[in-house]
């Protein structure tokens, strides 16, 4: 039977832990919406892959807000308790600390799971899947990518293209292209242009019709014209080489089967979101302590900023790891345990465990 006061602590947590997390996750997505955008105007992304990437865009996001959501939540519930004098009523009616993480691992305990398996698992492939889209998106480059009234460049064939119109079924208007050929540079005005696959599928055709075509060297008199009905360009797309990944991006079973130093540090990092997920959340209830008249957000001040120093210990700890400063076996071990006693420690000297433990000798 889970008690009243059990289920009141635990909907105040995860209220305030789906605003919190709602809320940031909301904020960054509108700037990745803005880049998104941003690149699919100049046509590195597709147009039909916008909501495909900002989907595992948050998934990425998540990995690192529901710690820092469940750590802010639990400040936020808890120091609104505190402020309206309710923790120091529960208190007086002796709940202790065990009272107050009992409720709270109703919840962190799913979370811890959930964000291991968003490091360890979802964050890589959602990485892989978004360069892979980007490839896609420039191997399938085509007519439909350009915008009546624009230029459009295209760096790997060196073409630079421009239309008046575009027609129903893509067919452009009014169009001038320009390429670098072997011997100079190749300028094509026609009346219209489309593509044609051919049965390579790595090769498309780019066929303009009822135009002019100039070559020659620039600076130069020196200049071929050719009048034309139909004129046939051919271009191949460019191929999906198979990169290597960076650690970020590697499965995690491939990171434990490796000895380097980089993919060692991505290792470490990735099992340490989930085990901060965890200390984050029994250093919050002590931080969240407060007098009936304290300001709301003077203890969150300072939870952020014990927040800011433990993840910039991760990141240097990490750094160190791909330096060879510190041996794999600490790892980042070391910041998660600092941070652990740390918190035990505010535990014990906030319940007076200190002076139980230091008074616990013979007495004469």
Known sequence: MFRILDRYIFREIAQSWLAVTMVLLAILLTNQFARVLGDVAKDKLPKDAVFQIIGLT???????LVPIGLFLSIMLALGRLYRDSEMPAMMACRVGPADIYRPLSWLLLPLVLAVGWLSMEVAPMAL????????????????????????????????????????????????????????????????????????DPDKRFFVLHDGRR??????????????????????????????????????????????ARLEQAE??????IPLATLV????????????PREGRYGRLAIGLLVFIIYFNLLSAGKTWLEQETVPVWVGLWWVHIAMLIFALSLLGIQNGWHRRLFSSGPKH
């Open 58 to 64: 948050g998934l990425q996001y998540l990995t690192i």
């Open 267 to 272: 290792l470490h990092w990735r099992i340490g």
């Open 128 to 199: 892989t899947e978004i360069e892979r889209i980007s490839a896609e998106a420039r191997r399938q480059a085509d007519l439909s990518s350009i915008e009546p009234g624009r230029f459009t460049s295209d760096d790997s064939q060196g073409s630079v293209v421009y239309a008046e119109s575009v027609a129903p079924g893509g067919v452009i208007e009014k169009v001038f292209l320009q390429r670098q050929i072997e011997n100079g540079v190749e300028v094509v005005i026609a009346e219209r242009g489309e593509q044609v696959e051919s049965e």
């Open 214 to 259: 100039y070559e020659g060297v620039p600076g130069t008199a020196n200049f071929r014209v050719v009048e034309f009905a139909e004129h046939g360009i051919p271009y191949r797309l460019p191929e999906m080489e198979a990169q290597e990944l960076e650690p970020y991006a590697m499965r995690t079973a491939d990171l434990i089967s490796s000895s």
């Open 280 to 291: 984050l959340a029994i250093l919050a209830v002590p931080l969240s302590k407060s007098q």
